[in-house]
């Protein structure tokens, strides 16, 4: 999969691609990342990206056409790939999205800074645009270094088979079951018997007991969402008898 960042600040990507999962992915071929200059295609000497915005007010606005002439080299490059502006008025990223996303030969991000990019560029050119949370970040940039991150791990052979991303928290809805290592007691804690048993099955049925608490404890919308398997019904009816009880005289 290819990914082609359009940005004032290219070095940022430096680090992001140097590191972990994302350099193996890179190494191996699976995944290349073009971080691309908009100020290269900016007209003269001072090759500027911005400029004020009509009607006055503070703030900077990124000008359309050194951003539609990047937009155009990159779509030349990659024409079935989806140009996506990263900002605070998009759609709500999350996990769906990244596995929707996972599906394409490439993206093209627009990295907006300043108070936002020119509305007839978005309009001409943006097919998708994309926010990460409902806070203000000072530019695109990291919120494309989010999603690339999270779009990687779907992709086949970028993560180990033992931690591929069908078991990630929300997959199904559901956060991940609780993790566990060396050494078997911490601080007077130990590490659950039944991890030590060797029985599969066992084990197994502890995971997807472990997962729904977490779910109905952290983030009970997710249940609420999808509703309860007859697995996770029996389980709840069972947490049920338990809580009586302990309630009972
Ligand atoms: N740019 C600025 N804030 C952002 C956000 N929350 N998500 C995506 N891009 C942004």
Redesign the pocket.
Known sequence: MKFCVLTIFPEMFDAFSGYGIMRRAIESGSICLDPVNIRDYAEGRHKVTDDRPYGGGSGMVMKPEPLAAAIQAAKSKMPDSPCVL???Q?RRFDQEIARQYSDLNGMIFVC?RYEGVDERLCQAYIDDE????D???T??EL?AMVIMDAVIRHIPGVLGAEDAAEFDSFSGNRLEHAHYTRPRVFEQKAVPEVLLSGNHGAVEAWRKESALLRTALKRPDLLEKTGLTEAEKKIVKNWCRYLESLASD
């Open positions: 990263l900002t605070p998009g907006g994309i926010s990460i949370g806070y203000v970040l530019g695109g919120a």
